[in-house]
């Protein structure tokens, strides 16, 4: 898979185990072609009559990396693949593309957490790894919003639920960018615009929340337990499905949030950030706490994905990157987020050692870092 002239340090670490630490389940059960092609890419519809999800960069990907995997040779049709995988079954498939990933450890978003979803645990035991949770906000305000009857119990009953929840979890996860932008008020808003805010929640809780306050309010109350517990907390920025606004989701957008958590030394891990990675990089360039991933970036790019990685690497420090496969749904995510990382860190690593810009074994400790160190430190794992 990677260059055969790539030096031998920097191919062991770019082969070593990967820490996953941005992910979430994949189905555990049998899929039709139409079910399969709905998790083909973030547009969740099916592909306009007499088309298919399979003919983009991901689909092609799929059958690129992941037929072989399946005992099938490199890109064999759509309808060929899915035969076998019916074959084999979803816990058989699931098992073989998330072992073939060589990640050691998955940290998984339990917020979308569903019966068809393998749990976090799951992912762990199919894919011969470590699992740990992380805690998306927004769904443990859903909870509360649910049960609570008024205001003063919403907030404490909020904050109650989050110190539960981080206790077993070892991040947090914001997806501020997908309810009210990232160009929100980075202050912390007052109690009382608090307490207006949460009583025209709690009129209708079913509703999602979109309210700025609420969602301020949320993300301070969990920064308040991120510092107690030293955990990082994560945050979708640019690339997602379409009920996002891009324009909205340019972590710059959120600068004046980041000061303001600087001298608490709270990690802020920057998800994705496609199309703004180079302002993901620049922010890990200038803010001790900020750290950058491209996970799904390069699955969804696929053929594409190495000069996303080269563009990231421009100028973000290598202390800083991390990788995620952000697999949802399908294993073969997976399994195509490690080959694209490895494939992309082993171009850009192998032109820097050939130019003499870096010794291999400098480019060996930067593939560590990016694969798993980082990770490790991040999250004390
Ligand atoms: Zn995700």
Redesign the pocket.
Known sequence: MLPVDLPDAVRDALLAPLVDH???GVRRDDLSRAQFELLIGESRTPAPPGTTHFDTPLGAAIRRWCAPVLDLEPHVAPAVYLGRRQELGAGEVNRRLLQASGVVAFLV?TG?EAPDLLSAAEMGRHGGAAADEIVRLEQVEQDIADSAAVAVDYMDSLAEELVARAARAVGL?SIIAYRCGLDFDPSRPSRGSVIAAANRRLSDPRERLVDPILLRHLLWTAVDVARDRALPIQF?TGY?DADLDMSRADPAQMTGFIRALQPLGIPVVL??CYPFHRQAAYLASVFPHVYVDV??TLTHTAAGSARILDELLELVPFHKQLF?S?C?GLAEGCHLGAVYFRLGMAGALGRRVESGEWSAADAARVAHMAGSGNARRVYRL
């Open positions: 941005h992910c979430h978003d979308l996860k979708h997602g998800l994705h996970g799904l995620s952000d949802y």
